[in-house]
Structures are given as structure tokens and as C-alpha cells.
């Protein structure tokens, strides 16, 4: 079975400042990797998502990750934060073996101060 | 119209009460979710229905009992549940079941057994 591991349970930053979050997955096979976010009192929203062709990924509101297969690695990027961002954001991986269910990595609490 | 819409949005049940989570979307969504999140963790998978048909347990306790009546409609039915059922009830849908398709998901229903 795949699992998904976040490296930052907390993470605190000023507006402007550089944002990375680490995720990493483990499985053998063909996946599709997604960043989900849950802002306080709503609901989980896909930041982006990868299935295939080009590695570095887009999303919206300036998100972007990028899929490093030999390091099973997607990682979140954004240059620069705002106090907006301020959320919980959830890698998410399915494999194509089976349905569309998703693994998710224990999430990444983001504060940004302004 | 990309929502997921869950009622109710909170719910405290007694253990020997009976209830039901209900959850609709009207995208054409052929595959339906449910998943459970405790405080602090990741969603975990509960079932999954591909048009109408269970197609996924995740050794779910009997306690719950899904339903789909239709395509745009998943119910949870709930019965006897225990105090470490409670948590945040979250329904999910896609365009299918194939593991490449982006999930939606509802605000959830927060449930409280006493």
C-alpha cells in the first residue's frame, strides 16, 4: 500500500517570505500526486495536481510543485506568501492500480504573519 | 456548479440514536466518497461508490451504513455509534473512479456522539 509523509507538521513565516513544503510518498508504481488545502472553517481545495508530462506543475493562487521521481518526492512552492495562505495543506497521492481513493500525508499547519 | 453540499453541517448524537449524513452534487459525478477525519489527522477513505454500486470498504464497523440512491445523492446512515466516532465526516466526488481524476469535496459534517 502507498503512504504519504509531510516533513513539517508547523510551519510559521512572515508575509513575503519563500514558502516549501516537503512531501514524500512511498510506492512502486505509476501515481498521481496532489496538493490539496483546507483554510479555516471550509473545505478541502486542490491546489494542483500531477498525472503525467511536464514535472513542474502549476496551480492557482501562485502555487506550483514540482514531481521528482527518483526522490518520490512532490514538493509545494510558493515565492512568496501572504497572510491569506494561512491553512492546512495535504499531499495526496493515488496510484492507477485501483479507484480514485487518496492517501493523505498528515498535513502541514501554515501560519503566516503579517 | 463544482460543490459538494453536506448537511447537516454539525451534529451531536446520542450512542443508542440513529442518524443520517447526507451529501449531493450535481457535476455528473459517477464516483462518490466518504472519509473520516479526526482532530489533527489526515482524511481516511471509507467507502467509495462507482455508479451507485459499493465498490470500496475500508473495514468500516457495520455501525455505518452508506447508501446511494441515485447518482447525485450519498447518504451515511449512522446507528449505535461510540464516542470515538466522532469526527469530521467529509463526502467526496469525481468525474469516475479512475485513480487520475480530481476529487471534490464537501465542507463536511462535524459529528459529536455523547
Known amino acids: 500500500a502507498q503512504s504519504v509523509s509531510q516533513h513539517n507538521h508547523h510551519v510559521i513565516l512572515s508575509e513575503a517570505a519563500s514558502l516549501e513544503l516537503g512531501c514524500n510518498y512511498s510506492?512502486?508504481?505509476?501515481?498521481?500526486l496532489f496538493w490539496y488545502v483546507q483554510y479555516p472553517g471550509q473545505h478541502l481545495q486542490l491546489l494542483l495536481k500531477?498525472?503525467?508530462?511536464?514535472?513542474l506543475v502549476k496551480g492557482i493562487k501562485g502555487f506550483e510543485a514540482e514531481f521528482i521521481k527518483s526522490k518520490f518526492s512532490f514538493n509545494l512552492r510558493k515565492p512568496s506568501v501572504q497572510w491569506s495562505d494561512t491553512a492546512e495543506y495535504f499531499c495526496?497521492?493515488?496510484?492507477?492500480?485501483?479507484?480514485?481513493?487518496?492517501?493523505f500525508g498528515k498535513g502541514t499547519m501554515l501560519l503566516v504573519s503579517p | 456548479d463544482t460543490e459538494v453540499t453536506q448537511t447537516p453541517k454539525h451534529l451531536v448524537m446520542g450512542m443508542t440514536n440513529k442518524k443520517s449524513l447526507k451529501c449531493e452534487q450535481h457535476?455528473?459525478?459517477?464516483?462518490m466518497y466518504w472519509y473520516k477525519q479526526k482532530a489533527k489527522k489526515p482524511p481516511e477513505l471509507m467507502f467509495v461508490?462507482?455508479?451507485?454500486?459499493?465498490?470500496i470498504n475500508e473495514s468500516v464497523p457495520s455501525r455505518f451504513s452508506p447508501e446511494c440512491p441515485n447518482s447525485s445523492l450519498l447518504n451515511l446512515h449512522l446507528h449505535a455509534l461510540q464516542p470515538e466516532d466522532s469526527a469530521l465526516y467529509l463526502c467526496?466526488?469525481?468525474?469516475?473512479?479512475?485513480?487520475?481524476?480530481?476529487?471534490?469535496f464537501g465542507q463536511g459534517t462535524r459529528l459529536t456522539v455523547v
Open positions: 467526496a466526488s469525481s468525474q469516475d473512479s479512475r485513480a487520475n481524476t480530481e476529487a471534490f
Open positions: 510506492y512502486g508504481g505509476t501515481v498521481n
Open positions: 500531477y498525472f503525467s508530462g511536464d514535472p
Open positions: 495526496a497521492v493515488s496510484t492507477n492500480s485501483g479507484y480514485s481513493t487518496l492517501t
Open positions: 457535476m455528473g459525478h459517477r464516483a
Open positions: 461508490y462507482s455508479y451507485e454500486k459499493l465498490s
